[in-house]
């Protein structure tokens, strides 16, 4: 069973809001979740980390990919470096992992 079926990145707070642990890869191609790095998910974000750009950049394709309007997407910490947790509102924890095991056939 992978990290990603089993997602020790995944956790719920008392809200019932997910937190999601990530680590960034900040000048890549393409943005998009390309797996695990240790017990956070990876995520390659297309955009620079100047002036939050990367930070922008990573919650809009995560609210696309999610469904989501990028408001229900909040970065908790972590906004200057690449180890982030993020909130996420408005998804169940079922649905957040069965779209993004979908990502990796």
């Given at each position: 069973m992978s990290t990603i079926e089993t997602a020790p990145w995944l956790g719920q707070?008392?809200?019932?809001?997910l937190t999601l642990s990530v680590h960034a890869q900040p000048g890549a191609k393409r943005t998009k979740?390309?797996?695990?790095?240790?017990?956070?998910?990876?995520?390659?974000?297309?955009s620079p980390p100047v002036d939050g750009k990367a930070n922008q950049a990573l919650i809009k394709a995560l609210a696309?990919?999610?469904?989501?309007?990028?408001?229900?997407?909040?970065?908790?910490?972590?906004e200057t470096g690449r180890e982030k947790r993020l909130r996420i509102e408005n998804l169940?924890?079922?649905?957040?992992?069965?779209?993004i095991?979908?990502?990796f056939p």
């Open positions: 707070d008392k809200t019932g809001a979740i390309v797996g695990t790095h240790g017990e956070r998910l990876k995520i390659a974000v297309a696309k990919d999610l469904g989501l309007a990028k408001r229900d997407i909040t970065i908790l910490s972590g169940s924890k079922d649905d957040l992992l069965a779209l095991v979908a990502q």
